[in-house]
């Protein structure tokens, strides 16, 4: 059992990191394949794409020895995983954004604050060490349309561009956290099969070491 | 058709804690053979064993353990409102039983246990709240020679107990903070590099160090932290360049260790393994963690933990370990498949032979075979008695012969 099994998040980031593997010389793999296929094996290694918030729980229950994932995700989970390296791709922030036209836009903090988030365990220690009366509100999607039907007063999300916030007359108040992909490893992973996830590692930390230097040239 | 119609449901399926599990007949033999395995090795190398209450006060855990733990206790509060808890690990109970009525030797003390711990872990995670526990606790013995006793003992029992192809991971809980000293990082600084590893986030730990002006011997081996690992040469590549006394002696120490290990005859199963510690607090010396590549769980771990004992009142060295019995039939499950659940001869009798039967099966059991009687005469099992003799089948063949006869023929190849 030489293989390594990788989880592969559904989603934003699939492509990336499918494209990050090749550049590191992993795996060839054509995302267009797991449409058809959930588990594709290419040399000893064995792929599976899975729902971005289940590759923490593939790994940590040794469902598969490594698993490539944002890291908003790690933020939410209980799940315990080595966090190897940051890939640096699929960049995104955390950010508290609230409608142009309220007090909170203009830098005057009410004292309780309803906030809508698909991230509550993050929304909890952002606001933990801050003496405001916080309820958050735990929502699964299209956080965007609680302050425009008075659901909350403001909104936890994550935003790569910026531009679904501007549309929906958002503006950010503050920032929450950065995130990135990560490679992540099963605890027993990481001793029993040292030498192979150790490789997979160093390899993707230098394929993203020769992008950014690519990217700068 | 699917068949889910005929699984009984309603209120005839409820009444089950979730978290918690059954084990049929099969796995619990398999569990309870493991725990017997691992106690009766215990018991050879001279340790003792105790039992200890399920329930402790919660003050009495808090002296133990930190708060992470304490957090995901089962709490409750009896009828005089003490405030108790079920344990969530059982090595602060033997503490308390060494202070408290052991305190007077003879050391070194060598105690052993075993029994359930309970997590108040989030539901759905797939992880149980309640599990097997079998540990040793070795005290008032200071030396190296305790804790690779340790390991051995942790080791031997695992490879009892049916767990192939163990690895054991030994570090030491004084070489990360020992080496942040001396490489000069600042109190904030030291903290967020060891609650970042304690994390296991080592992206974490990489962006804390770079904003530190941190040496750079100590910041090349922080940095190469998952690869800090393997045999005793390890020890000499880790010590180059190495300034501050504590990393030094830390090498040190897990170079006697190793000699330790080799005369238990252990070394090609262990790894020395410079950040495999998390628990700073709590451990004090050499630590270890077990593996087996048939499980994504350490299957056991231990170590020096010198401070306990003091929180009761008793400043005695003491080193230890915990084996999880659970993962440990998990891992033997899925390599092997599930253990043979225990053979039981049937024996039937004809009217008229029943006392004849229940003699064959008391000649049987002093010979240690499981065998259970028919309680109605006709049964059609292993062993039919009539009051013409017993017939019994022995690879394919029919044979047949007085109940001393069957008792021999039975019993052959048991001891």
């Not at chain 1, 220690?125 to 609680?146: C, D, I, K, P, Q």
């Not at chain 1, 503006?171 to 150790?198: F, M, W």
Request: net charge negative.
């Amino acid at each position: 059992m030489k293989g390594l099994r990788i989880a592969l998040p559904g989603g934003a980031l699939f492509e990336s990191a499918c494209s990050l593997l090749g550049a590191a010389g992993a795996a060839r793999l054509d995302p267009a394949r797991f449409d058809r296929e959930l588990s594709i094996r290419d040399g000893d290694n064995v792929f599976v794409k899975v729902r971005p918030t289940d590759v923490p729980v593939y790994v940590e229950m040794g469902g598969c020895e490594c698993g490539i994932v944002g890291k908003d995700i790690l933020w939410e989970t209980s799940r315990e995983c080595y966090e190897l390296a940051d890939l640096k791709f699929g960049g995104c922030r955390l950010v508290l954004a609230a409608p142009r036209d309220s007090a909170l836009a203009r830098g005057v903090w009410p004292l309780s604050l309803r906030v809508a988030t698909k991230y509550p365990v993050s929304a909890r220690r952002f606001f933990a060490a801050r003496s405001l009366n916080v309820v958050v509100v735990r929502l699964h999607g299209s956080v965007e349309l609680a302050p425009l039907t008075g659901l909350a007063d403001c909104v936890l999300d994550i935003t790569a561009t910026g531009r679904t916030l501007a549309a929906n007359n958002l503006v950010e108040v503050a920032e929450a956290g950065t995130s990135t992909a990560r490679l992540i490893a099963n605890h027993a992973a990481l001793k029993t099969r040292n030498e192979s996830v150790g490789a997979l590692a160093v390899a993707l930390r230098r394929a993203v070491t020769e992008r950014l230097a690519a990217g700068a040239a | 058709m699917t068949g889910l119609e005929a699984l009984p449901s309603g209120a005839a399926f409820r009444g089950r804690a979730d978290g918690f599990a059954d084990y049929l007949v099969g796995p619990a033999a398999g569990r309870r053979l493991i725990a017997d395995r691992f106690i009766e090795t215990f018991e050879a190398w001279g340790y003792g064993f105790v039992v200890t209450p399920l329930i402790e006060p919660v003050g009495t855990i808090a002296a133990g353990v930190g708060g992470a733990q304490q957090s995901a206790l089962f709490r409750f509060m009896d009828s005089d409102g003490a405030l108790l808890a079920l344990v969530g690990e059982r090595t602060v109970s033997v503490a308390r039983v060494v202070a408290t009525q052991l305190h007077e030797g003879p050391f070194p003390l060598r105690l052993c246990y075993a029994g359930s711990v309970l997590r108040n872990r989030a539901l759905n995670a797939g992880r149980r709240r309640e599990s097997l526990q079998a540990g040793c606790e070795l005290i008032g013995a200071d030396g190296l020679a305790a804790d690779a006793e340790c390991i051995a003992l942790a080791a031997a029992a695992l490879e009892r107990g049916g767990v192939e192809h163990i690895q054991v991971d030994v570090g030491h809980a004084d070489f990360i903070p020992g080496l942040l000293d001396s490489a000069g990082l600042d109190a904030t600084a030291r903290e967020e590099v060891l609650a970042a590893l304690a994390r296991r986030d080592l992206v974490a730990v990489e962006s804390a160090l770079e904003a530190t002006d941190a040496a750079d011997a100590e910041r090349r081996l922080l940095l190469a932290f998952p690869t800090l690992r393997g045999g005793r040469e390890i020890l000499d590549t880790a010590a180059g360049g190495l300034r501050g006394e504590r990393p030094h002696r830390a090498l040190q120490e897990l170079a006697q260790l190793w000699d330790l290990l080799e005369a238990h005859a252990i070394t090609d199963r262990v790894h020395l393994d410079l950040g495999a510690v998390r628990d700073w607090d709590y451990y004090t010396g050499p630590t270890f963690e077990v593996f087996s590549v048939d499980s994504g769980f350490a299957l056991g771990s231990g170590g020096r933990y010198d401070t306990l004992l003091s929180r009761f009142g008793t400043p005695l060295p003491a080193t230890g370990f915990v084996l999880h019995v659970d993962r440990c039939h998990d891992s033997i499950v899925r390599r092997a498949g599930a253990l043979p659940a225990p053979t039981v001869l049937q024996v039937s009798w004809e009217r008229d032979a029943h006392a004849d039967a229940l003699e064959l099966a008391r000649a049987l059991r002093r010979k240690e075979v499981a065998c259970a009687c028919d309680l109605v005469a006709g049964g059609d099992g292993d062993v039919q008695v009539s009051s013409s003799g017993v017939r019994w089948s022995r690879g394919g063949h029919e044979e047949r012969g007085s109940i001393g006869a069957a008792v021999t023929a039975l019993t052959a190849g048991t001891p």
